[in-house]
């Protein structure tokens, strides 16, 4: 059954187990996942993301595991993941994606909030849900891992969204 994060988030968090997104670019990757999911009876979320697309386009793919999670048994969120283009994250919603991240971490700050504000608006127009993206973490290369996203960024940003239906990193 095709669901958005909004459906399943609260019973992961109240149950206090996490939900595996997986990353597919083929059916046979696809289907493996599901069949896994519904042997565990677990709710699962399907992803692709924008650095993937060149292997396994939006169109060809998105037919397949949009019918393949409302074939399932268990809840299945079809998950656009660091969608970096605002064209690419509507392309996602009007494919039928339930669920979209949308990275405009490469900007500044304030461009990001208003850029998710208005991808919100439009993904709940389709029913979709959002997760969003600030700062930056560091790349492999970096020792440590250091995490340019200060707590202040944080706060704010999901302070803007405080009233929305929406999940934000």
Known sequence: ?????????????AGRYAVGLFNTT????????????EELRAPVIIGTAEVLLPFGELQLIAPSVIAAAKRAKVPVVVHYDHGLTFDRCIEALKLGF???????SAG??????????????????F??????????VG?????????YTTPEEAKEFAENFVN????EA
């Open 1 to 13: 059954m095709l669901v958005t994060l909004n459906d399943i988030l609260p019973d992961a968090q």
């Open 26 to 37: 083929d059916t046979d990757m696809l289907e493996g996942v599901l069949a896994a999911a």
């Open 98 to 104: 339930s669920s979209i991240m949308f990275d405009g």
């Open 108 to 125: 500044d700050h304030d461009t990001n909030i208003a850029a998710t504000r208005e991808i919100v608006k439009i993904a709940h127009s």
């Open 127 to 136: 029913g979709a849900s959002v997760e969003g993206e600030i700062g930056h």
């Open 139 to 147: 790349n492999t290369d970096d020792e440590g891992g250091e995490s």
């Open 164 to 167: 929305e239906k929406t999940e």
